[in-house]
């Protein structure tokens, strides 16, 4: 079984820089819906979690500071996975 690690607010912001190919100094704070998915995606890849995110949770995520404050939620209460996903 895999434990989630904290997700702190430099994690999203390397994750969403990374997906630009831009330092993370360069990212900004909004985050669209595309980076949103992709964000997701990762989190879910990387700590091996199902998100299954409400509404409100996913309006909370238009910056980099809502999406820290739902991952750190979120993940404090997923239970991790067996094994990787498949992507």
Do not use: C, K, N
Request: negative net charge; glycine residues 6%; aromatic residues 4%.
């Amino acid at each position: 079984m895999t434990t989630t690690a904290a997700f702190d607010r430099q994690a999203v912001v390397e994750l969403l820089a990374a997906y630009h190919g831009r330092p993370a100094a360069d990212q900004p704070e909004e985050i669209d819906s595309i980076e949103l998915a992709w964000l997701i995606h990762q989190v879910e890849q990387t700590h091996q979690v199902e998100l299954d995110l409400d509404d409100d949770q996913l309006t909370r995520m238009s910056g980099v500071a809502g999406a820290v404050e739902v991952l750190a939620e979120i993940l404090a209460a997923a239970p991790a996975t067996d094994g990787p996903r498949d992507g």
